[in-house]
């Protein structure tokens, strides 16, 4: 159901309206009624005939006219059955004020509980409960308590503190930031935040949606809304709780290094979301995406009539990741040509504190024509030389006709005021201290690295390696067998070795005798372990043992290691002690993964060894991974400039590691039974790398349960699997395969072709204007709540998209609906058919109860192809409903 029933009333009820000044339900109703909304409110009130003068009913179903929406300010026991009452009326959304729901602990959970099967029950909508209500400016609409409403603009606000929403209005209302919305979204018992990245992503009056957030609870959802719509409009997000919470139950070195926040901004880095610090720096980003192109690299010119200004807005530049921009020997002789003799020559741009506006606009113009720079910082501190009005109007002029991205700092308070004024009048976004604008700018950098990732998706099956899945499967099932959740050394190589990952070469010796023989079957020098399941930290117990260089030694150093673990841990299981040749390399990495409670599996990659805790240099990622991805996750780390080749050092094969982890993510994928799995070290040099130790912790909860491939991720890979080449009635040769980001252009072309034809018979859905965004819709999924499959033939020696099938999912349902294009020239090859069995395929896959499709009554052959497979079809005037429940 869409969410217009909420955000976009006509008939209000408010349950709890009251009279009493000082109440939350005396501020909602007075907010509602004295504001210009021109639906009709009603207040529902048990005491009272009349509530600030308007006429009361005692109940919701009291109302002769159907509700579009209720809101309830009543105590949260009474909440179901008022909830359950504006269900059997046909209202259509709720919003819930009211508190004391799962924040009170166990009963108020039951609550929360109760209200979501109602909302289910009855197909209701719910804002809330324990929220402040929202603001629609468009319709002077203010459903809130708080104590002024919003202006009018063009930025979605969500928040999780109703508090927090207060401070923000206030604040924005001073520096007159208007919003399109502005909505506290409270417990989210119902309506979360994938819900309304949806909506105000597709919501024409939106150009950017900022988040203030506290928990998740749908990651994947939350995941898959923003990749949908992060591309065309950018998600702010401010998280808070930075705590390392998510690491306190791991076992492994991946566990305690992979703290939660660490993976949230993975998360929102996959999902081309961009993350900031502030409440300010919410509204700095969304103002300079809202006034100017994305940077296309973070080389930075910083323009100055002060140098320290220049070199503050250059310490936060290079802190933050970004690069003063190299300035060409041609500029320099430019800018020499127009600016004092005493200027800096170097970036940042000097041009003195006398600097008039003529000075500033012919730096500027010098500037923007080197292409070594990307976009430009103009700072103007107040000298009695200087006009910040005037070079405030030559810097809106030249923003004008430029495409690189331009901030300005203008420093001051009453004087500069006006040059500020003018400056974000004209689209060039104004901050009052240089930091601010560097923070800015380098999170819309960010955003811009962040949205080349979307186009990234990993498939579902491997290529150049040929993972062992079914050994792996074995393995492990051995392991449970045995009453085990966790694999000795030998076992997590065995799993590794399987996909391709290369250890060393090794044996188990279970006497003495035996450590003697392997270790010279093996070769000279090789390292001793000891090979427990209960032990997982060997050197913490003295159960390593390097450098060993003889039969004697081993044998030795057998007993030594077992007297030594059973001294740390009597109880420990022992199954022998692990042998494995001594291996040399310059450089030791840590790859590993852990299931977060709210992402489910992440991987960590970065300096291993020892010391791994100290220096704490890991990047972490989502699976699936891709060559692409893998080599993103590497690029990050300190220790790639070491990896790189550094002083006079050969590099190592990069490459090589990239595709360990692309073979890593895919074992991680694979088997959801993993819980936790560590490599360190990974010994890597110019020769190669191999694994050293190894350790795995399996799941018990997945252990238990049948789980749904790919289910525990919370990005969907590529689905290969829908991969499949068909001759059509006609002996034409055409590929059906789920649709990529790259197929857009095809896409195109076949849109155009079909507006062209005017034949509206082959549309199932009316397209009126083929645009970048319908094109990108279609194009850009995560395959995970939507499949679009597309059909691929030759044309002369022209491919084609020779048709195209998009199945999406009912979020109120297990349902979903798609729709079918076929053009002109394609039709008459059977494809229709051919696409509503493949779609049909992939909901059964998805476990689909029932699909459903609209189509143009008078569209016989989608008719025949509906009856033909056993939909039921029901038509109301020109519109025809296919429905069909899958078995």
């Known amino acids: 159901m869409s969410l217009d029933k909420i955000f976009k009333p006509k008939r209000i009820a408010v349950i709890g309206a009251s009279g009493e000044p000082g109440s939350v339900g005396f501020a909602l109703f007075y907010n509602l009624i004295k504001s210009d909304f021109k639906g009709i409110v009603t207040p529902v009130s048990l005491k009272r005939d009349k509530v600030q003068g308007i006429k009361a009913v005692k109940s919701i179903g009291d109302i002769r006219e159907k509700q579009d929406l209720a809101i309830i300010i009543t105590p949260a026991k009474t909440v179901p059955s008022i909830v359950e009452e504006c269900g059997k009326a046909g ?69 999780q503190s109703g508090a927090l929403c207060a401070s923000i209005l206030d604040w924005a209302n001073k520096n007159s930031v208007g919003f399109s919305y502005f909505v506290s979204i409270g417990e989210m018992a119902d309506i979360s935040f994938h819900d309304l990245i949806d909506y105000f992503g597709s919501d024409p ?73 502030t409440v300010v720096g919410l509204f700095h980003v969304a103002k300079t995406l809202s006034m100017q192109s994305v940077p296309r690299s973070n080389r930075l010119a910083i323009l100055t009539n002060a140098g320290g200004p220049g070199v503050l807005a250059t310490d936060a530049l290079i802190y933050s990741g970004g690069k003063l921009a190299n300035i060409s020997q041609n500029t320099i002789k430019e800018l020499d040509k127009v600016l004092p003799h005493a200027w800096s020559r170097n970036n940042p741009i000097d041009v003195i504190g006398d600097a008039d506006a003529d000075r500033y606009e012919k730096a500027m113009k010098i500037s923007l024509r080197d292409d070594n720079i990307d976009a430009i910082l103009v700072i103007l501190t107040p000298q009695a030389m200087t006009d910040p009005t005037k070079v405030a109007k030559r810097i809106v002029e030249i923003a004008k006709k430029s495409d690189k991205t331009i901030l300005a700092s203008w420093m001051g308070g009453h004087s500069v005021a006006e040059g500020r004024r003018l400056l974000e009048a004209g689209n060039v976004p104004t901050y009052r201290a240089p930091e601010d604008a560097i923070n800015a700018f380098m999170s819309v950098y960010k955003y ?24 792996n499967k074995k393995l492990i099932q051995r392991v449970v067998s045995e009453g085990r959740y966790s694999l000795n050394e030998t076992e997590a190589k065995e799993l590794l070795a399987n996909y391709e990952i290369p250890v060393v070469k090794n044996a188990i010796a279970k006497n003495i005798l035996e450590a003697g023989e392997m270790a010279a079957k093996i070769g000279f020098p090789v390292v001793m372990k000891i090979l427990s399941p209960d032990i997982i930290h060997k050197v913490d117990v003295g159960g ?55 992402f489910g599996p992440v991987i960590v990659f970065g300096m291993g060894g020892v010391a791994v805790e100290v220096f704490k240099d890991i990047k972490v990622g989502l699976p699936p991974l891709n060559m692409s991805l893998a080599m993103r996750l590497i690029e990050n780390t300190k220790i790639y400039k070491l990896l790189q080749g ?95 980001p790259e197929d857009e252009s095809l896409e195109d072309a076949m849109f155009s072709s079909i507006m062209a034809s005017a034949n509206e018979h082959i549309f199932f859905d009316k397209i009126k204007n083929i645009t970048h965004d319908l094109l990108d819709r279609y194009a850009q999924i995560d395959y995970d709540r939507e499949m679009v ?96 429940t899958i078995n």
Not at 109 to 126: G, M, P, T, V
Not at 560 to 570: D, E, Q
């Open 544 to 598: 390593v043992i390097l450098n060993v260089n003889s039969k004697k030694e081993a044998e030795l150093n057998f007993e030594k290691i077992i007297n030594s673990a059973r001294a740390h841990f009597p109880k420990a299981q022992i199954d022998g002690i692990f042998i494995e040749g001594m291996i040399n390399k310059k450089y030791e990495l840590l790859i590993g993964s852990k299931k977060d409670p709210i």
């Open 91 to 159: 209202v259509g959304g709720v919003i819930i004020i009211s508190s004391g729901f799962s924040e009170m602990g166990k009963d108020g959970e039951k609550l929360s509980a109760q209200i979501k099967d109602l909302a289910k029950k009855y197909n209701i909508r719910i804002l809330g409960p324990n929220c402040l209500g929202f603001i629609n400016p468009s319709l002077k609409l203010n459903t809130s308590f708080a104590g002024a409403t919003a202006k009018k603009g063009s930025i979605a606000f969500i928040s």
């Open 646 to 740: 550094y002083r006079n050092m050969p590099g190592v094969d990069i490459q090589s590691i990239q595709f360990l982890l692309y073979k890593f993510a895919y074992l991680v994928a694979d088997f959801p039974e993993i819980s936790e799995i560590d490599i360190n070290p990974f010994a890597v040099d110019e020769h190669g790398g191999i694994v050293l130790d190894a350790k795995v912790i399996l799941d018990k909860q997945v252990l238990s349960k049948p789980v749904k491939p790919y289910s525990h991720l919370v990005i969907s890979p590529y689905p290969k699997e829908y991969i499949s080449n068909i001759k059509t009635k006609s002996k034409k040769n055409i590929t059906i395969r789920p649709i990529r």
């Open 789 to 884: 499959l597309i059909v691929e033939g030759m044309n002369g020696k022209r491919v084609e998209m020779a048709g195209l099938v998009r199945l999406v999912e009912d979020p109120n349902s297990n349902s979903a609906e798609f729709s079918f294009v076929v053009p002109d020239n394609w039709q008459g090859n059977g494809i229709g058919g051919i696409l509503v069995d493949k779609i049909l395929e992939v909901a059964r896959d998805k476990g689909f109860e029932k699909i459903y499709a609209k189509f143009l009554a008078h569209n016989n052959p989608a008719t025949g192809i509906f009856t033909k497979r056993g939909f039921k079809i029901a038509v109301k005037g020109e519109i025809g409903i296919a429905e069909l």
């Open 205 to 277: 009056n939106t150009t950017s949606i900022l988040i203030y957030m506290e928990t998740l609870k749908d990651a994947r959802k939350f995941i898959s809304a923003a990749r949908a719509f992060s591309k065309g409009k950018p998600i702010v997000v401010l998280k808070s709780g930075r705590s390392e919470e998510g690491a306190k139950a791991t076992k492994s070195h991946t566990g305690s290094l992979a703290g939660n926040d660490q993976v949230f901004s993975a998360a929102f880095n996959r999902a081309g979301v961009i993350r900031v610090d």
């Open 448 to 471: 811009s690295r962040n949205l080349a990732i979307l186009n990234e998706t990993p498939s579902s099956i491997p290529h150049a390696f040929t993972p062992k899945t079914e050994e």
